[in-house]
């Protein structure tokens, strides 16, 4: 596609002076634990901070001549181009980086690093063919320096970081808020069950426990063009599952004893060393399951789902525990039917389910504005910077 007539592409080097980073002798005391910032790849993700002001490892002056690193200085855009491909920092204090970094320092008076960051974070693909290498990919400063970019008037890219920002800023203040959605739900929690006294029963004694079986791989008319959704253990994560990665088909159910267990069924993972095991989900559609998974069908006269749902979740840390103390990893139908559950009446169990649901309905939008939002920002972000949209025109 064409550039906006009064865009240019450019050359890196033509619009910044770039300078790689370096390593001093890890076993020299004195190049280490001064007060000059040493950023490595492995402190950046795809989500990257925007400015870096701290680091994990400093150098001291003489670390950093030996290291043949350049003592960057603030507002230069910092890039790896080894192993880590394009994950982008603005530099918040005077700091230096190691090999893994190709770093920026742009004409003031042509590019600004913060349109630039935007860019090059979305440039992996043409990173990756201009890398080489067999351990890992590497970027060569004289590649690197190579790299066409667009460049709009100076004027113009200060816009689109600005349309940019806000959306930034609009995405992270809808986490913020279902991060404090989040933390206020596990104090309610905490509150509503630890606070209250109630007399404990066996969980077999008020819902009839089950699991379910993988069917054969081998048999491609178990699963080629089913339509039963079939829960595998990874899916069983504190939510409500509406959808499932594999379904199975009708004839792996008859031949294969597979249940469909109904609509607000309860599920929890018994397997796993990992965070797996213990987790819990309920079924928001009918759907079979895996064998590492326990299904938990209610008694609706003495057990309300949502409240065993909520129960299993608070007590997950403890629930782990329970297969290692049967010296056993996993968990087992037999051990969750004796899970011992308090039992209030079911007009307490409500009582105490509706304001965790309304905590989880209010974290449910946020999570959907949140989608929406940033929808939105990566489309806008790719018709800004390409100058398929105008700033102008969303001004």
Not at 6 to 31: E, K, M, Q, Y
Request: net charge positive; aromatic share 6%.
């Amino acid at each position: 596609m064409s550039k906006p007539d009064n865009w240019r592409l450019a050359r890196l080097h033509d619009i910044a002076s770039i300078h790689s980073g370096g390593t001093p002798a890890r076993d020299t005391p004195d190049f280490w634990g001064g007060t000059i910032p040493w950023l490595t790849p492995g402190e950046l993700s795809a989500d990257a901070p925007v400015i870096t002001t701290h680091t994990q490892d400093s150098l001291t002056e003489t670390g950093l001549r030996s290291s043949g690193a350049v003592l960057m200085p603030p507002g230069s855009l910092l890039v790896t181009t080894r192993a880590t491909l394009g994950a982008c920092t603005i530099a918040g204090v005077p700091m230096a980086t190691n090999q893994g970094f190709k770093n920026l320092i742009f004409d003031p008076n042509v590019a600004d690093p913060r349109f630039y960051r935007y860019l090059i974070t979305r440039m992996g693909g043409k990173l990756a063919q201009r890398a080489s290498g067999t351990t890992f990919l590497e970027i060569s400063k004289k590649e690197f320096g190579n790299l066409r970019v667009p460049c709009p008037p100076l004027a113009e890219q200060l816009r689109i970081v600005e349309i940019l920002d806000s959306l930034l800023d609009a995405e992270q203040s809808i986490r913020a808020s279902i991060t404090k959605r989040r933390v206020l739900r596990s104090e309610v929690m905490r509150h509503l069950f630890r606070d209250a006294e109630f007399p404990s029963v066996p969980l077999g004694q008020v819902a009839k426990v089950s699991s379910g079986s993988t069917p054969s791989r081998s048999r491609a008319d178990y699963w080629e063009s089913g339509n039963i959704p079939w829960v595998r253990t990874a899916e069983v994560n504190f939510s409500v599952i509406t959808e499932t990665a594999e379904r199975v088909t009708q004839s792996a159910v008859t031949h294969t004893g597979l249940k469909i267990h109904p609509k607000n069924t309860v599920l929890l993972a018994m397997y796993g060393e990992g965070v797996t095991r213990g987790r819990s989900a309920v079924l928001g559609i009918n759907a079979s399951v895996n064998q590492a998974t326990a299904a938990i069908f209610c008694d609706t006269n003495r057990l309300d789902y949502r409240y065993l749902h909520y129960w299993l979740e608070l007590n997950y840390e403890e629930i782990r525990k329970i297969g290692h103390g049967s010296n056993q990893t996993n968990l087992s139908g037999s051990l969750v039917g004796a899970l011992q559950v308090p039992l209030p009446t079911l007009p307490e169990q409500r009582k105490v389910v509706e304001p965790l649901q309304v905590l989880d309905k209010n974290i449910s939008v946020d999570a959907e504005k949140l989608s929406k939002l940033h929808s939105l920002k990566e489309a806008i972000t790719d018709d800004l910077l390409s100058g398929k949209v105008r700033s102008s025109s969303l001004a």
